[in-house]
């Protein structure tokens, strides 16, 4: 976070600007985009209307994966990409994507052979519990599909052992084992990608909480989310890559629209460290008496539970229900009939609208995670090519950004001159591998920095290879613990405020640090974490306010999050039974 890689501008700086392409959404697949198209010189500008990262990007499965279940449905491209996608991830993100063994329990030898050979042939099938048979032929193309740039072993079968035993429930005869991975930092990557798209090409820019109203002729017109101010910039070409949003985009970009439909899944955090320890560092992937394919994994000091995959037509209004909370226990219960599990558990939900191109599919679960890229030609009021990106997975956006970007090099008559497949990213560029040489790389940052091992090991869990630097720039403010969050700092906060395009509270708290999706929220963190934001943002005591409250309100109805007011933790001048009622808890026990 250095001030010759921050490509962060608020809309009034644009105004008058010309790029060679304008990027709409800046989740995965459009900042994927921008740091193709930056690293072949070209100049861009990537926007979104609301936070970087805070649509479908930010909700994820946290798995980097390469969808074992879309075998069944002969989508052996989609696997194969999928897999040397997650390979090389694991590679250019060591920092953050890491291996996970996971682990399929197993009941019967024959299970849902006559529905998957039904599926794989095109057919609609009713769910039945996958077997051995069918389970083992699987991981044998699953391997198979991704041994290129093999990283991480085979898959092996074997009778469940009496720990399995006595966690899953009492039909499971076999456990199959393979591994995929999982990241810890979504939001983080995205913001990463951004910087190192700045450093190959300077004039490349980003903007959020900066919305597109128009486009007419070569003109954008962007209204600041912020202010209110609208400004323009022009443009050679024009990507929508909004995801879910893309035919609600289309509208303002005069391009056409019924391209995607929206399927959200919600997942949960439990607090439950019986689960945790009983998983052992692996994740159980099983399919539930309903057919649906579940997973739960050990995610940082907490457990991960996923998820549901409900129809929905305004994103904008997508959010985890009650019954999604239940439904998820229930299936938790089913599987793991010796644990309790109680709402009390859940400490933070999330929810995900999955950007699916249209399908005239039964269920959800059997349309499919391919993507595509489409061409709107100009028309007669846009005077520039708009090039959409229609579905797709978190997994594979950078093979989807390579396939969009070589569209956009096309309309600008441009060619190619570098390859993204290599390109570290972030802090994993020369990160050191697990083992000695990591544990040499961390006691030097000690030794540098003068800060305790365990702050060292934490940043660099964070910022993988450029944690050297942020330790020495937190360690020359002090780097004072959190009363309320000992392993941040104030100075890494104001750091994370300052440099990467803070804009709200909310943007720190639930985006910029994993503090939220750790369940680690309470109202004296909020509070600490506002007078924090407010010295480095120059916010008023008005706004500062406001922010709290608004933070509040999110991690209520977004996230169940309670947050009883605590004695003295409130913001100043609050009116109490305001307070009262706008952060009042939906979970109850």
Known sequence: MTANTLPYVRPALLAGRHFSTVIVGAGINGVGVFRDLSLQGVDCLVVDKGDFAAGASSAPSRMIHGGLRYLESGAFALVAEATRERNLLLRNAAHLVRPLETVVPLSSRFGGLWGSMLRFAGRSASPGARGLFVVALGLRLYDRLGRRQRVMPGHRIARAPAADEALFRDSVRWTATYFDAWISHPEWLILELMADAHADQPASLAANYCKVMACRGKTLTLRDEITGEFVDVTAD????????????????????????????????????????????????????????????????????????????????????????????????????????????????????????????????????????????????????????????????????????????????GRTRAKSTETQAIGGGADMPAPGAALDRFIDGIQASSGLSRKRCADLTGRYGSRASKQAMDFAASGDVPLRHAPDYSEAEVRALCQETGVLHLDDLVVRRTLLAIRGCVTAGLLTELADLAASALDWTATRRREEWLACAAILRDRHFVDLPVEEGAEPSGLDAARTTDLISSPITT
């Open 237 to 412: 070409t024009v990507v929508n890559a909004t995801g879910a949003w893309l035919d609600r985009s289309a509208t303002a970009l005069e391009g056409a629209g019924s391209r995607v439909m929206g399927t959200k899944g919600s997942h949960l955090i439990l607090d439950h460290p019986a689960l945790r320890t009983a998983l052992d560092g692996r994740m159980a992937y099983f399919e539930t008496s309903d057919g649906r394919v579940c997973i739960v994994y050990p995610f940082m000091d907490r457990v991960l539970v996923g998820s549901t995959d409900i129809p929905v037509d305004d994103p904008d209004q997508a959010a985890t229900e009650p019954a999604e909370v239940d439904y998820l226990l229930d299936v938790l219960r089913e599987v793991f009939p010796r644990l309790p599990f109680a709402r009390r558990d859940v400490v933070y939900t999330y929810v995900g609208v999955r950007p699916l191109a249209h399908s005239d599919a039964d269920k959800p679960g059997q349309i499919s995670r391919d993507h595509a890229v489409v061409i709107d030609p100009p028309n007669a009021l846009r005077k520039v090519p708009l090039v959409c990106l229609v579905g797709g997975k978190w997994t594979t956006f950078r093979s989807l950004a390579a396939l969009a970007a070589n569209h956009v090099l096309a309309q600008l």
